[in-house]
């Protein structure tokens, strides 16, 4: 059995997402389609709109056979951490291609793009560093420093799919992995768009929709799939929210207001004297949004800030996640939910999978499980205690195989 | 002019307290009544239930004339401490008299029992010590350590107000202070009651009325002045809550998740490996009066965890408080409210009092109030995030006397 990977976050699951499902099938062939999934925040630094265990059930019920967690330490993490947590995952589990979607829609660009930035690795750095020391933000001066640098380049790093594409082949290209890569087209729908203008809308217009408008079932139900919608209902009616930031705010701001600055300066992506500007907002902050405006400057991109604050409300520090970072191997698999075609190939796998299954936390954990224990704690900070432990409960119960 | 402290926390205000300022009035003939009292959290390891400055109003509207601040660091502390701090308060505003409430109803006895602890005092300490590490909880211990070494001493030491009596009695004169004790019989209710059964009932049971009974007017107005209702039915329509335990329940639970075990043994109060019970016992913890049960062993008093928690909420670290407590000296006197014989009694003082006046906080800060802003601003944690605001701009802006 061949497998395909596809490194999402399906927050939620749409149209979209059901778009890149079929076509991986049909482009690579693969009998299993693999969704390494990021868990309860996401790259952009954001909670999940509904858990991870509900989110796996979306991609298991349009397609997906078998979902893997990217580990916290990864998935909120820049692209290029992200991108390795991911590949290595696939990788650990003997994935054979990896199936992106892009604004290029071609692979060929991506790996033009990365031997012409291996070649030109010295000078390009040092352009990037200096346009980052005159205060330009990390996409910014990589624009910039690409353009100058390489200006023949075909593909446009800005575009934020192209910008992980890029990360993915980089990762597979740098470690030498038995990983094809293939692409496909992103249809009909920009990214950052806010409007639901068809059938194919961003998870971004769809969260906009559900949390801040409220929206009813027919502007939704156009654009995800019938039991993607069932799952966001199941998962309100038990929980009583969709989180969002505006959640965790009271947390967050509670939890800077009990830390110093020193306090501050050992999390993970406080960096550059961002202790003192969140101290000196924070007495003036009334929501989320309102603290975001209040932080951001031309040199943080909203997106790296965002990150921030989910360490800050993770109390992820530096000292945790240095070695984290380091790991070139995934130490073990976790499964989120698989059908019977994803059993079947984890059972014809259970010697080519380079790492074990983990079924449960235990006393003496790794220290990844450490962080994600802990985030996912505190994922449910916003919902009634009682239901928090229930749960929370799931996450120690499986469903997991146990590989040993 | 002449002025007498009450040693108070107004929890709220009530006919007892009323009856305590016009008999040290009466006795000591003092022109000025100073209640030096409790912050926002207070000695038994609690919330206050309303906020400092509505209780000082609550005071000076029942004839108090001055209402000074006693520090978080001395307010949130075994008796002792809470004497010290609160003695040396009043004796940096130049009082003459201290009255205090206690079951004794005479300063005789607590003169006689701190002259024979004085003479047997490593005996004392030795027995103590004993009994303490068999596993008894401190006031229990004490009780049995006077019972072995003093047969004799007329004084019911583990009556909660004796205690703090005996502790008044004690810091005036290990530390010689020119302050002539009183104390005044309390009357017709025991601390401990839960039931209001005449006009004379504990602040606890008040509290119980109006938080856990939702009881109307006419069953509290009848135990506290109209006065003190008003101030409380203002602060409700203000904020949306009367301030307890459970309104912080989920700001604790989520620091406790993520502090690990070392973290914890930093805290204030987290002792004797406590911090492995409290990480033990928190997936489990439903609501706070059910953590607490959890974590209670005849080893540890009620309030010596409640203390420890609010230690954790407000993030008071040993190596802030241990300094603190060898203060000696009151090194700022904070006005909480007054009235006109106020003011012109500390217009009389000014180069009579020991410590300044501190008008606001600072960049540069005493640690004192270093921990005093951050414990107000969590207290007003669980209000909406605009009201908050409004609510600790009163810290900042007075209505202070700036001495300089």
Same mark, same amino acid.
């Given at each position: 059995?061949?497998?395909?990977?596809?490194?999402?976050? #399906? %927050?939620?699951?749409? %149209?979209?997402?059901?778009?890149?499902?079929?076509?991986?099938?049909?482009?690579?062939?693969?009998?299993?389609?693999?969704?390494?999934? @990021?868990?309860?925040?996401?790259? =952009?630094?954001? $909670?999940?709109?509904?858990?991870?265990? #509900? =989110?796996?059930?979306?991609?298991?019920?349009?397609?997906?056979?078998? &979902?893997?967690?990217?580990? #916290?330490?990864?998935?909120?993490? %820049? @692209?290029?951490?992200?991108? =390795?947590?991911? &590949?290595?995952?696939?990788?650990?589990?003997?994935?054979?291609?990896?199936?992106?979607? @892009?604004? @290029?829609? =071609?692979?060929? $660009?991506?790996?033009?793009?990365?031997?012409?930035?291996?070649? %030109?690795?010295?000078? #390009?750095?040092?352009?990037?560093k200096n346009m980052l020391s005159r205060g330009q933000s990390f996409p910014s001066a990589s624009k910039h420093a690409v353009e100058m640098i390489f200006p023949e380049l075909p593909l446009d790093i800005t575009k934020p799919n192209n910008i992980l594409g890029f990360s993915y082949i980089k990762e597979i290209l740098d470690s030498n992995l038995p990983i094809q890569p293939h692409t496909i087209k992103r249809i009909k729908n920009n990214y950052h768009d806010v409007q639901i203008t068809n059938s194919i809308a961003s998870a971004t217009s769809i969260r906009t929709k559900l949390i801040k408008q409220n929206e009813k079932h027919d502007a939704i139900l156009s654009t995800i799939p019938h039991s993607s919608y069932k799952q966001l209902t199941y998962y309100k009616e038990k929980t009583g929210i969709w989180h969002h930031w505006e959640n965790y705010f009271p947390y967050l701001h509670y939890k800077v207001t009990t830390m110093s600055t020193n306090d501050l300066a050992q999390i993970e992506g406080v960096d550059e004297g961002l202790e003192y500007r969140i101290k000196k907002t924070a007495p003036f902050a009334v929501s989320f949004d309102d603290w975001m405006k209040q932080l951001k400057t031309k040199r943080y991109t909203w997106t790296r800030l965002q990150r921030m604050f989910v360490h800050i409300l993770t109390h992820t520090t530096k000292q945790e996640m240095n070695p984290l970072k380091e790991l070139k191997k995934m130490p073990y698999i976790r499964i989120l939910g698989m059908n019977a075609i994803g059993q079947t190939y984890l059972n014809s796998q259970r010697n080519a999978c380079i790492a074990p299954f983990i079924s449960r936390y235990s006393g003496k954990m790794h220290p990844l499980l450490t962080v994600e224990e802990r985030a996912s704690r505190i994922y449910y900070s916003p919902l009634p205690r009682k239901v928090q432990k229930q749960m929370i409960y799931q996450e120690f119960r499986g469903p997991i195989i146990d590989k040993n």
């Open positions: 059995m061949e497998a395909c990977g596809l490194i999402v976050e #399906y %927050n939620p699951f749409h %149209n979209g997402h059901l778009y890149h499902v079929k076509k991986a099938r049909q482009i690579t062939k693969a009998d299993v389609i693999i969704a390494i999934m @990021s868990g309860s925040f996401l790259q =952009r630094g954001e $909670p999940a709109i509904i858990d991870k265990y #509900y =989110r796996a059930q979306m991609a298991l019920q349009a397609g997906v056979d078998l &979902v893997i967690e990217l580990p #916290y330490a990864f998935a909120v993490q %820049n @692209s290029e951490l992200f991108a =390795r947590g991911a &590949v290595q995952l696939l990788h650990a589990l003997n994935g054979k291609h990896l199936c992106f979607g @892009s604004e @290029s829609g =071609r692979v060929a $660009p991506f790996e033009k793009h990365y031997k012409q930035m291996k070649q %030109n690795k010295t000078q #390009y750095q040092h352009t990037l």
